[in-house]
């Protein structure tokens, strides 16, 4: 099956700078690579998605970046703020009727 | 329901009781998911429902944990003999459809087991 590797574990950045968490998937059949944002004490929450015929994704703060032939992808938020600060995890899927696999998380701390 | 809610909240249970955890999804979403998440260890798939059946049961790590789904709606995840690895944050999700891959998830059910 699936496996979805994702570093670092944890990420401590000061507050205006950019941090990158980085994934690696083993399936290459996976076409679907969502990312989720888990604030402490709430369920994770989708921030953005990208599929494999699209090679990077932005939406304000945020992009995706894919790469299908090293069978990365990574999560890119620039201007970072304190309230960017929560666990993300990355997770990969075949698409269709498919359960999604997650990476372990990284713990992004934003200091002001 | 506006989103997709979870109860208890938090579980306090002792070592081989039986647990009932329940989910509420979305209001309109087909699909229903179960997941589990140990510190340290991100999210692990349990069962997946398309309305009232479970095609999807791959996750469920024992014998002691079953789940049902009931008029394609509520959701109820039952742990027996309860162990202390138990411990652990129970995730519930939903989507629209099976073949929809945006999962709304719930706060979860914090499962304590002394």
């Known amino acids: 099956g699936e496996n979805v590797e994702q570093h670092p574990s944890t990420l401590s950045v000061q507050e205006g700078d950019s941090a990158v968490i980085k994934c690696t998937y083993s399936?290459?059949?996976?076409?679907?690579f969502p990312w989720y944002k888990q604030e402490l004490g709430k369920g994770p929450q989708l921030i953005i998605d990208i599929r494999s015929n699209v090679g990077e994704k932005k939406d304000q703060r945020i992009a995706v970046t894919l790469n299908k032939t090293a069978k990365h992808f990574s999560l890119h938020i620039t201007e970072t703020q304190p309230e960017d600060s929560a666990v993300y995890f990355c997770a990969a899927s075949i698409g269709g009727y498919s359960t999604l696999t997650f990476g372990k998380g990284t713990m992004l701390l934003v200091s002001p | 329901g506006a989103g997709v809610s979870q109860s208890p909240s938090n579980k306090v249970t002792e070592k081989g009781k039986d647990v009932e955890l329940r989910c509420d999804p979305i209001s309109g979403h087909t699909a229903l998911y179960w997941y589990r998440q140990s510190l340290g260890q991100g999210l692990e798939f349990l069962i997946y429902?398309?309305?009232?059946?479970?095609?999807?049961k791959s996750g469920l790590p024992s014998d002691r944990f079953s789940a049902e789904r009931t008029g394609g709606s509520v959701s109820t995840l039952t742990i027996q003999r309860t162990q202390q690895e138990d411990s652990a944050v129970y995730l519930c999700?939903?989507?629209?459809?099976?073949?929809?891959?945006?999962?709304?998830f719930g706060s979860g059910t914090q499962l304590s087991v002394l």
């Open positions: 999700a939903s989507s629209l459809s099976g073949t929809d891959e945006k999962l709304f």
């Open positions: 399936d290459s059949a996976s076409n679907y």
């Open positions: 429902f398309q309305g009232n059946s479970a095609p999807d």
